[in-house]
C-alpha cells in the first residue's frame, strides 16, 4: 500500500472511531434521561398511591361532596394512564405533554379537594387527614427535585444531540432533542395569580 492508501484508511478509521464515540454518548445521555424520569415516575406512584387514602378519609366527613371526590378520582386515573405512557418512553415530548396536562388536571382537583376540606374543622382535624397531606406534600417536593433532576438529563442530552461535530452523527442515528417537563403549559398560568381585597 502507498501513502494515500494508509492515509485514507486512517481517516476512514477516526471517522469510524468518532461516529462511535458519538453514538455512544449519546446512548447515554438517553438512557440518562430514562433513569430521571424513573425517579419522576417513583414519586409520582407514591403520589398516586396517597390520594385513594386521602379520598377515603375525606369521603367520611364529605359525603355531600360527591362530585369533588369523584373529581378528585378521575383526574387520578388519568394521570396513571399518562404516567404509563410516559414511562414506555420518557424522551417522547407528545406522552410528556400529555402527562403533563393530566397532571395540572389532578393538581387542580387537589386543589379544589382541600379547599372543600378548609370549611370542616373536623375533618382539617382528623389525624389521618393530616398525616396523608404531610406525605403529599413531601411527595410533591420529591417530584419536583426528581423533575429538576429530569430536566439536567434532558439539558445535557439536547447539548450533546445538538452541538457540531455531534449533531451529524446524532441525525444520522435518529437521536433528536427532547422536550423538558415544564410546571406551567400556557402563558395564563405564567401570569401571577391577582388578588383583591
Same mark, same amino acid.
Given at each position: 500500500m502507498n501513502a494515500g492508501s494508509w492515509i485514507f484508511v486512517v481517516l /476512514? !478509521? /477516526? $471517522?469510524?472511531?468518532? =461516529? /462511535?464515540?458519538? @453514538?455512544?454518548?449519546? $446512548?447515554? %445521555? %438517553?438512557?440518562?434521561i430514562a433513569n430521571a424520569f424513573a425517579q419522576i415516575d417513583a414519586q409520582l406512584k407514591r403520589r398516586y398511591d396517597l390520594i385513594p387514602n386521602l379520598v377515603e378519609v375525606a369521603r %367520611? @366527613? #364529605? =359525603?355531600h361532596e360527591a362530585d369533588t371526590l369523584e373529581a378528585v378520582a378521575r383526574a387520578r386515573g388519568a394521570a396513571v394512564n399518562a404516567a404509563a405512557a410516559a414511562r414506555v418512553r420518557p424522551a417522547d415530548g407528545g406522552k410528556l405533554q400529555a402527562l403533563a396536562l393530566a397532571e395540572q388536571d389532578l393538581e387542580g382537583s387537589m386543589g379544589r379537594l382541600f379547599a372543600v376540606a378548609e370549611a370542616y374543622p373536623e375533618l382539617q382535624a382528623d389525624a389521618t387527614m393530616h398525616s396523608l397531606g404531610e406525605e403529599l406534600a413531601s411527595t410533591e417536593n420529591r417530584i419536583g427535585f426528581a423533575r429538576q433532576a429530569y430536566n439536567d438529563e $434532558?439539558?445535557?442530552?439536547?447539548?450533546?444531540?445538538?452541538? *457540531? +461535530? =455531534? /449533531? #451529524? !452523527? !446524532? %441525525?444520522?442515528?435518529? *437521536? $433528536? +432533542?427532547?422536550?423538558? #417537563?415544564q410546571s406551567t403549559a400556557s402563558p395564563q398560568e405564567r401570569e401571577a395569580p391577582r388578588v383583591a381585597f
Open positions: /476512514v !478509521a /477516526v $471517522v469510524v472511531l468518532w =461516529a /462511535v464515540s458519538a @453514538y455512544n454518548t449519546l $446512548v447515554q %445521555r %438517553r438512557n440518562r %367520611r @366527613y #364529605l =359525603a $434532558v439539558l445535557e442530552y439536547n447539548d450533546a444531540a445538538t452541538r *457540531f +461535530p =455531534a /449533531v #451529524l !452523527a !446524532a %441525525r444520522l442515528f435518529g *437521536f $433528536v +432533542p427532547t422536550a423538558m #417537563l
